[in-house]
């Protein structure tokens, strides 16, 4: 059963709309990053046990922490960076999530071993949380290949890893053969959607980030995909993201947008043989009839 996470900063910055933004679209599971136009790693741990009381309120469970954390450069002050992650993971338990996502920093293609032995630390301070931490491939950090995400892999032990198709194609990776490469190795995924020719922004399935193909792989398989479509500039966007967005389709606004994805995404898995299951919470793979 496929079910849907979002992060729901992308219909709209504050906690209220956010939450209105998930309800309307049948989604129960939030990846938070950033909540009142607030990035979720300068929320207070007070701050959070009431966003957690809130989310608990409107039976939304948080997925995942969408943390910024590898996001800086190889050459920050790792003593002091240290505090952040034992941070970010209180944060996690207070929204009752065993989940981190994180990033494996930018300018360090050359410094390899220092990537390794960074993400390492970064894993046991986590494990001390009962926290898993779970790398995002993203354009400029070192993990933004598939070949040195398999090198993560290989190197460091515990760190588990999300998919995001439409960060393979900005750097230029064959989408093909990352997915074939990783589609197994992969814990969970971001779902956004890219046109390859123009660097367009899209819903799922009318890019070339192959989504379609990785719902096929799913097949009957539990999953969970979080949806991050970028459709429009939103809240954040310039922290999160750091360039210019393009969409192909207008939106009257960030509520449209989100809501645009969702459907989409919706649409393409009923098209590929899934019925929603709304008991359930999700989309679940039709046997075919002889």
Known sequence: MIRFAAFADEASPSLEGQI???????ISYIEVRALDGVNISKISEEQAKKYAERFAEENIRVWSIGSPLGKVKITCDFAEYREKVHHICRLAQIFGTDKVRI?????????????????????????????????????????????????????VSGLRFVYDPANYLEVGADIA?????????????????????????????????????????IGAK??????????????????ID??????????????????????????????????YDETQGGFEKQCKQD
Do not use: W
Request: charged letters at 25%; proline letters at 1%; aromatic letters at 12%.
């Open 20 to 26: 209105a933004a998930l309800h309307r679209n049948q």
């Open 103 to 155: 990033f494996s920093f930018f300018e360090a293609y050359d410094d390899e071993a220092l990537v390794f032995a960074y993400l390492r630390e970064m894993v046991q301070i986590a494990e001390e949380y009962g926290v898993c931490l779970y790398h995002e491939n993203e354009k400029n950090i070192y993990g933004d290949t598939a070949e040195r995400v398999l090198r993560l892999r290989e190197n």
């Open 177 to 217: 053969d990352a997915l074939a490469q990783l589609y197994d190795k992969t814990d969970y995924f971001h779902i956004k959607d890219l046109v390859l020719s123009t660097g367009e922004r899209v819903p799922a399935g009318y890019g070339d980030a192959m989504v379609g193909e990785l719902i096929d792989r």
């Open 222 to 239: 539990d999953c969970m995909m979080t949806i991050e479509p970028h459709l429009t500039v939103f809240a954040g966007f310039a922290e």
């Open 242 to 275: 750091g360039g210019t967005l393009k969409s192909r389709f207008c939106y009257a606004n960030s509520h449209e947008a989100f809501d645009a994805a969702a459907e989409g995404l919706k649409q393409l898995l009923l098209a590929r043989g899934f019925v």
